[in-house]
């Protein structure tokens, strides 16, 4: 507080005339020009029990043009009737916009006598900023139980119920206790304004939150429905790209066009016995395309990055297993394939005899001719000892006995003296072709 400010109520009454509040405001950055100011509120000027700074509210800023006086002008021109009777009848409301002739230093704060819902209203982002200022300018009074025993709270008691009973002081002139009081409960008051503020601000980051959530999903469900709409056509292209490639004019689609003429002709895959020439070419490009599938596979299981041709272009592949092509990835894929003809021969035929291969040959049947050069190639496996146990024991479960197809080798004929030396024959240790099973 000035000296000068107590000078002023030296012999002119002033600010100690009857009727003055003897409170104890707490302002530090207002001046007392605020409405929450107990003793601007209340038309009366601040005193030395007030713990206020900066103060304006005294006589000597309460002539016409001092800042106290402009202020109450301009809260009465927005608010007419905030004053009681006696200040609203001294001091004409005015506009702050068309306020002149204050002195310097005595301007009116920008938030002087602002209210809710009128022109001049903090920003709402700007709430929690403003709850913090003022509870910062509310600190409660420190104390000791010790000293104020009256002052212990009930810990075990719930009285949630009466957070927002209150309304305002009852005492003007509170005991040291009650103003203890007061000031521990305006400051919880304010923490709760904050916590408030900071749940409705959480709410609203959920909700925004949310909100975008289910745009992200519904995007991300037309994402899913365009990927398959565009895999639909993509197919549907691929397709075409396909059976156009096989019709483009190239050496690989002319082999395969012969193949496919060849086996309408005569029912068969070409062989490379065969004394027709075109026959042994389109026989040696079908083993060249086999080869290069394997070599592939081989080179795909040791991790080599060679460059593949035929797995590359997958309608060549279904091309030649339309014409009944089997490339023989894997030689145990083989082995159940012929396995399981055997075991259809054997319910054909109630037996595994096989006729030789003369009537083989004569019969034109090409699955038979196969299935019996497999058979004796399963028995010469067996004998020379290259046959997997897993192997023997399936073709035992289906009935085939390696005894009766292997022959041992005749008896050698007792040497006269003077006889030339038999050579051992080739069929001697050959396979019965017609051998019962």
Not at 163 to 181: H, M, N, Q, V, Y
Not at 200 to 227: G, M, P, T, V
Request: a positive charge; hydrophobic letters at 25%.
């Amino acid at each position: 507080m000035s000296d000068a400010a107590k000078k002023s109520g030296d012999g002119q009454g002033g600010r100690w005339q009857g009727g003055m509040n003897k409170g104890n405001c707490t302002c530090t950055k207002t001046q007392c020009l605020k409405l929450y100011c107990e003793c601007f509120r209340g038309g009366k000027y601040c005193n030395d029990d007030c713990v206020c700074a900066s103060c304006h509210n005294s006589l000597e800023h309460d002539m016409e043009g001092g800042a106290r006086y402009e202020a109450i002008s301009y809260i009465l021109f927005r608010k007419p009737d905030a004053f009681d009777e006696e200040t609203r009848k001294r001091i004409t409301p005015k506009d702050k916009t068309k306020v002149g002739g204050t002195k310097s230093g005595d301007k009116i704060p920008n938030s002087a006598g602002k209210t809710k819902g009128k022109p001049g209203r903090p920003r709402k982002n700007a709430n929690q900023a403003r709850i913090e200022l003022v509870a910062s300018k509310h600190e409660a009074i420190e104390f000791s139980t010790d000293e104020y025993p009256q002052l212990a709270l009930d810990e075990h008691g719930d009285y949630t119920e009466l957070a927002g009973a209150f309304t305002k002081p009852l005492f003007e002139e509170p005991s040291r206790p009650l103003e203890i009081a007061y000031s521990q409960r305006t400051q919880m008051d304010y923490q709760t304004k904050i916590a408030q503020q900071k749940k409705i601000d959480l709410a609203k980051e959920c909700r925004q939150l949310r909100e975008k959530l289910q745009e992200k999903k519904l995007a991300l469900s037309l994402a899913s429905d365009e990927i398959k709409e565009c895999n639909k056509k993509l197919g549907t292209w691929t397709r075409k790209v396909f059976e156009l490639e096989l019709e483009e004019p190239c050496e690989w689609n002319t082999n395969y066009q012969k193949l496919s003429a060849f086996k309408q002709r005569h029912g068969k895959m070409p062989s490379k016995k065969s004394q027709d020439e075109e026959e042994k070419s389109l026989s040696a490009w079908l083993d060249n395309v086999r080869h290069e599938k394997n070599t592939g596979d081989d080179d795909e299981k040791k991790g080599s990055k060679a460059k593949r041709s035929i797995d590359d272009y997958p309608h060549r592949l279904q091309s030649l297993e339309l014409l009944g092509i089997s490339m023989g990835r894997r030689r145990d894929d083989t082995f159940e394939a012929m396995l399981q003809k055997l075991v259809e021969y054997k319910e054909e035929h109630g037996t595994l005899r096989f006729p030789s291969d003369e009537l083989c040959e004569k019969s034109k049947n090409l699955e038979l001719q196969a299935l019996q050069k497999w058979v004796k190639s399963q028995v010469l496996n067996f004998r020379s000892r290259k046959m997997s146990p897993d192997a023997i024991r399936q073709l035992t479960e289906v009935g085939f006995s390696f005894e009766k197809w292997c022959l041992s080798k005749p008896k050698r004929a007792a040497k006269k003296k003077g006889s030339p030396k038999q050579e051992e024959t080739p069929e001697s240790t050959d396979i019965t072709e017609n051998a019962v099973v």
